[in-house]
């Protein structure tokens, strides 16, 4: 089963950010929370990854809580191409044994 | 620069064919992945490959093989195909460094079984 919690969609206007929430209450110390997307038939696309500190990159800001219980992506602007399904998932880095499960994710709309 | 390539782009079996799924990347990554992903689903993990000459199962393998050929190519063979097989097929790779973990995906391999 998958680690992570996520609504099963979620809408946002043009233009305006889209936070999108996930919860992995059972998060371990050597885990690290990451986001991909996925556009419509497409492959999985690498969003970006933390462990414990705020991430940014040119893609998108991920903001994880002071108890890594839960997490949010941050889409500053959301464009109609970002269209999706994101994934949320926690899995410990270099661990074999630890392998990536995709959940559902939530599938995000964008407005115009 | 092509990132992860997969062959055929859609196939369509009859029950009890067989076939092999190919996969080759060119990003000098370690580890290699395959997935499936049935409508409305998430993806799941059939096999995987930390580096060339080993692989793992996931978790959904039975039904399936897989070949590590070398660094680049990672193939996924049906031996008998039955109509639960029917889905997207993805290959991921990796280089799992000790500060990156993510996996970059192919275009995926659409088949039908009947």
């Known amino acids: 089963d998958a680690k992570t919690t996520q609504p099963p969609s979620m809408d946002c206007a043009e233009g305006r950010a889209a936070n999108l929430p996930c919860n992995h209450s059972?998060?371990?110390?050597?885990?690290?929370v990451y986001w991909y997307r996925q556009i419509h038939s497409q492959g999985p696309q690498y969003i970006i990854h933390?462990?414990?500190n705020n991430e940014t990159n040119e893609m998108a800001s991920l903001i994880i809580t002071e108890d890594r219980k839960s997490s949010t992506l941050i889409l500053p602007h959301a464009t109609l191409r970002d269209t999706a399904v994101y994934y949320c998932?926690?899995?410990?880095?270099?661990?074999?044994?630890?392998?990536?499960?995709f959940g559902k994710g939530t599938r995000l709309h964008i407005l115009p | 620069n092509a990132g992860v390539t997969q062959t055929p782009k859609f196939q369509v079996l009859k029950t009890g064919q067989s076939m092999t799924l190919q996969c080759a990347q060119d990003?000098?990554?370690?580890?290699m992945y395959w997935y499936r992903q049935d409508p409305g689903m998430g993806l799941r993990l059939i096999y995987y490959?930390?580096?060339?000459?080993?692989?793992d199962k996931g978790e959904v393998p039975n039904g399936y093989n897989v070949s590590r050929l070398n660094k680049r190519e990672f193939s996924l063979r049906l031996e008998s195909a039955a109509p639960s097989q029917t889905s997207v097929y993805f290959c991921?790779?990796?280089?799992?460094?000790?500060?990156?973990?993510?996996?970059?995906f192919g275009p995926g391999t659409r088949l039908t079984v009947t």
């Open positions: 059972t998060i371990s110390g050597n885990e690290y």
């Open positions: 991921a790779s990796s280089a799992d460094s000790e500060y990156s973990y993510e996996q970059y």
């Open positions: 490959s930390a580096s060339e000459g080993t692989t």
């Open positions: 998932i926690v899995s410990a880095l270099m661990n074999r044994d630890d392998k990536i499960i």
């Open positions: 990003m000098n990554h370690n580890s």
């Open positions: 933390g462990l414990k």
